[in-house]
């Protein structure tokens, strides 16, 4: 059974950063991209960033693009979203998700896993 579990989302003041991980387990994580998404109140899921099964590939949303950095550690099957700069509009909760195939992809059918989310608050 796959299993993604996100943590590191909080409150924090504008301008401020947190890191979110997410840890996956039950399928070979090496083998899929990773993709971040967040939904805010009464609003739609939406792509946020996503990485390639290698990590040598990422692409970001316009919206957080050059502020927040994706990665992942292959051997601690683990991927980060490191959030800097951060402004109210990005409070949402932010879910971590598996991809089903190994290139990026920032289109929520390509996902077959989910993670809960995590929720992440930035006041002004």
């Known amino acids: 059974q796959v299993q993604l579990v996100e943590s590191g989302g909080g409150l924090v003041q504008a301008g401020g950063s947190l890191r979110l991980s997410c840890a996956a387990s039950?399928?070979?994580?090496?083998?899929?991209?990773m993709g971040w998404f967040r939904q805010a109140p009464g609003k739609e899921r939406e792509f946020v960033a996503t990485?390639?099964?290698?990590?040598?590939?990422?692409y970001y949303a316009d919206s957080v693009k050059g502020r927040f950095t994706i990665s992942r550690d292959n051997a601690k099957n683990t991927v980060y979203l490191q959030m800097n700069s951060l402004k109210p509009e990005d409070t949402a909760v932010y879910y971590c998700?598996?991809?089903?195939?190994?290139?990026?992809?920032?289109?929520?059918?390509?996902?077959?896993?989910w993670g809960q989310g995590t929720q992440v608050t930035v006041s002004s």
């Open positions: 039950g399928r070979t994580f090496s083998s899929y991209a």
């Open positions: 998700a598996s991809g089903r195939t190994r290139g990026i992809s920032w289109t929520l059918p390509l996902y077959d896993y």
């Open positions: 990485i390639a099964w290698s990590g040598n590939s990422t």
